[in-house]
């Protein structure tokens, strides 16, 4: 774990997937407290769009274009979300799972301008098996990969190719800040991990989730003994 080399034990990331417009609104917050977030993106979605219905509401879903991909996530982490979204544990054929990795892998890393070394699961539900990550290990240039698993503690973890995060981002707020509290006041002998996942275009759910989420960032920000970095920055 490279935050180590900082003499810091503890450290937060943040992981959001799908490559969308809130994403812009989303790391300008970051940004504002310099935090760091990945971006899991599906390459040959990118410019494609629709609308999410939910109870007396419409929330955007816009992908961004390929073009922009540099200077929208400046500063932060790429990374693959395969090519289309699909369930990988459905997919029968060995080849496919590898080609729907690898190719998004290759193709965002011509976009993003570096090498794409890390990816998060698409779909909710069971999202990922052993047979997934070990083809992914074994044939693809991925170095850790996040499920949707939440685990609700700090502890590192062995398997960086079914990493599994602590919080959904919006699963309580007051939850989520009792748990940014008892991070900033923990004393650590050995590393711990403080990892948020999410979608940005969940923020438009509510009118306060956006300000809640601010709340959030300014109160885990800031702090010297706490090393802020993406997610590769801190599991590699």
Known sequence: MRFRDSGKMKAVTFSYDDGISQDIRLIELFNRYELKSTF??????????????????????????????????????????????????QIEDDAEVIRQVEEDRLKLSELAGYEVVGMAYPCGGTNNDDRVAKLIRENTG??????????HDFEPQENLYRFNPTV????????????????????????????????SYEMDYKQDYWVRMEEFCRLISGREDIFYGTNKEVLL
């Open 168 to 199: 959904y981002h919006i699963e309580d707020f007051d939850a989520l800040m009792k748990m940014g509290e008892k991070f900033i006041e923990m004393q650590c002998d050995r590393p711990q991990i403080f990892y948020i996942w999410g979608h």
């Open 40 to 89: 899991n993106i599906n390459s040959e979605l990118l410019g494609t769009g629709r609308i999410i219905f939910r109870p007396d509401m419409r929330v955007a879903h816009y992908k961004v274009f390929p073009q922009d991909i540099r200077l929208i996530y400046e500063n932060h982490e790429v990374a693959a979300h395969t090519l289309t979204h699909p369930n990988l544990t």
């Open 142 to 151: 991925i170095k850790y990969a996040r499920t949707i698993t939440c685990t």
